[in-house]
């Protein structure tokens, strides 16, 4: 898999956009770039994903640049819930892989009132 | 949405005893498995693979003999660490994989005392 770079913290005011920056120069053709995330004391979430395109769902959206060595997950709407650790994993498509996911350190967010 | 449930949400031993963690995917079929251990501020540490009707594989490290993982079906994997330590007090996290995503129960904390 690819490596991934992300800050370790964020600040983020209740209410307005987070942008998640994760940096994955090396990917590959058949890598998908993941977002996950942790709140404390919880098994992680999956967000969302994508290939190359840019995708929303009713979490977030994520923005692949066209070279494919960077993305930003994008939480529209901040909300004190949303504070937690944000991982970018960079793999194959799950159906072609039987490893599992590598969680580097990712990014801690935190939501302020 | 795909769900995985994870018993016991918490538990306390004694040095010496057994524990057993069930991981269940509600609604779909997992051939794969994956189990987690996850210590304070640190990020997630695979610990095994889980293969439905297939020995476990494990990670570098990992006793096999201590961790006992078994996937008898394709809905249920559990992990039982036998005679267990203070130092294997930990916050244990299984996944179950799909062709989305994985999805990850909700951990358990185990305590030894």
């Known amino acids: 898999d690819a490596k991934t770079t992300q800050p370790t913290s964020m600040d983020c005011a209740e209410g307005r956009a987070a942008n998640l920056p994760c940096n994955h120069s090396?990917?590959?053709?058949?890598?998908?770039v993941y977002w996950y995330r942790q709140i404390h004391s919880q098994g992680p979430q999956y967000i969302i994903h994508?290939?190359?395109n840019n995708e929303t769902n009713e979490m977030a959206s994520l923005i692949i640049t066209e070279d494919r060595k960077s993305s930003t997950l994008i939480l529209p709407h901040a909300t004190l819930r949303d504070t937690a650790v944000y991982y970018c994993?960079?793999?194959?498509?799950?159906?072609?892989?039987?490893?599992?996911?590598?969680f580097g350190k990712g990014t801690s967010l935190l939501v302020t009132p | 949405g795909a769900v995985v449930s994870q018993h016991p949400s918490r538990v306390i031993c004694k040095s010496g005893t057994s524990v057993k963690i069930e991981c269940r995917s509600l609604?779909?079929?997992?051939?794969?498995m994956f189990w987690y251990r996850q210590f304070p501020k640190q990020s997630l540490m695979l610990m095994a693979t889980?293969?439905?009707?297939?020995?476990?594989?494990?990670e570098q490290g990992v006793e096999k003999d201590k961790f006992l993982i078994n996937h008898a079906s394709l809905t249920l994997s559990t992990l039982t660490v036998t005679s267990a330590h203070p130092e294997d007090s930990s916050f244990y996290i299984c996944?179950?994989?799909?062709?989305?995503?994985?999805?990850f129960g909700s951990g358990t904390r185990l305590t030894v005392v």
């Open positions: 996944s179950a994989r799909s062709k989305k995503a994985d999805t």
């Open positions: 090396t990917i590959s053709g058949n890598e998908y």
């Open positions: 994508g290939l190359k």
């Open positions: 994993i960079v793999r194959v498509a799950n159906s072609n892989s039987g490893y599992a996911l590598n």
């Open positions: 609604d779909f079929q997992a051939t794969t």
């Open positions: 889980s293969n439905e009707g297939s020995k476990a594989t494990y």
